[in-house]
């Protein structure tokens, strides 16, 4: 009887993974029952349909989408402003830490706001015309992402937030200036990543084409 029981499971076991099989059931002399994927003569066929085990449901491949790199809006109030300096820019923009920074040119006194939120980490608000940092004053925002935004050559006593303030979309962050090295009223925006040599700039985009801006270099 144990013998039987195990032979009807394991035929069972067989089934689930086939689309369809005959079994056949069949009688011996002494009255015992056998069953076999095989036709003898006088034999009972039985057809098992396939059945589907539910874990098939958890093998289909999950969908992937490729995740969306943030497009940054434009960091200031006001306009149309021209692009000044690009990315890998012959005047300045030479080095690890602003090789993708933008220069945009735009009277001093424009508000500047945060292209991103996040928790402003440094600040500088009190120099004066060149002083001794090249980057004048300006902003420092860590993302939530760990990315780095910041907001150079700003006017001095102008920035209207502290460190460790959290700042979304839009906040104001101080206004436009000519401080540090700068060679004009502009707005240096760069966004950064932390690595084992220090910040290097990386790669961004604006929600809006670059390109819609009038551009000194092209002479517009």
């Given at each position: 009887?144990?013998?039987?029981?195990?032979?009807?499971?394991?035929?069972?076991?067989?089934?689930?993974?086939?689309?369809?099989?005959?079994?056949?059931?069949?009688?011996?002399?002494?009255?015992?029952?056998?069953?076999?994927?095989?036709?003898?003569?006088?034999?009972?066929?039985?057809?098992?349909?396939?059945?589907?085990?539910?874990?098939?449901?958890?093998?289909?491949?999950?969908?992937?989408?490729?995740?969306?790199?943030?497009?940054?809006?434009?960091?200031?109030?006001?306009?149309?402003?021209?692009?000044?300096?690009?990315?890998?820019?012959?005047?300045?923009?030479?080095?690890?830490?602003?090789?993708?920074?933008?220069?945009?040119?735009?009277?001093?006194?424009?508000?500047?706001?945060?292209?991103?939120?996040?928790?402003?980490?440094?600040?500088?608000?009190?120099?004066a015309g060149r002083g001794s940092d090249a980057s004048g004053n300006f902003?420092?925002?860590?993302?939530?992402?760990?990315?780095?935004?910041?907001?150079?050559?700003?006017?001095?006593?102008?920035?209207?937030?502290?460190?460790?303030?959290?700042?979304?979309?839009?906040?104001?962050?101080?206004?436009?200036?000519?401080?540090?090295?700068?060679?004009?009223?502009?707005?240096?925006?760069?966004?950064?990543?932390?690595?084992?040599?220090?910040?290097?700039?990386?790669?961004?985009?604006?929600?809006?084409?670059?390109?819609?801006?009038?551009?000194?270099?092209?002479?517009?």
């Amino acid at each position: 009887m144990l013998m039987r029981c195990l032979l009807c499971c394991g035929l069972a076991t067989v089934a689930m993974s086939a689309q369809a099989m005959t079994v056949y059931k069949s009688v011996d002399a002494n009255g015992n029952v056998f069953y076999s994927d095989r036709q003898t003569p006088g034999a009972q066929a039985f057809v098992i349909q396939e059945r589907k085990p539910a874990r098939q449901l958890l093998d289909r491949p999950t969908p992937v989408y490729p995740q969306q790199a943030y497009r940054y809006p434009l960091p200031w109030r006001g306009g149309p402003f021209r692009l000044s300096q690009g990315p890998n820019g012959s005047f300045s923009h030479t080095d690890s830490k602003s090789r993708y920074a933008m220069d945009i040119a735009m009277p001093e006194g424009t508000p500047i706001i945060a292209a991103r939120s996040g928790v402003v980490v440094k600040t500088e608000n009190a120099q004066a015309g060149r002083g001794s940092d090249a980057s004048g004053n300006f902003v420092r925002v860590r993302h939530d992402d760990g990315t780095e935004g910041v907001y150079l050559h700003l006017k001095q006593g102008s920035v209207s937030v502290q460190v460790g303030q959290r700042v979304a979309v839009g906040s104001p962050l101080a206004l436009s200036g000519n401080t540090g090295n700068s060679s004009g009223p502009h707005l240096h925006f760069v966004v950064q990543r932390a690595t084992e040599a220090g910040l290097v700039s990386i790669p961004y985009e604006f929600n809006q084409p670059v390109g819609a801006l009038p551009n000194f270099a092209l002479g517009n």
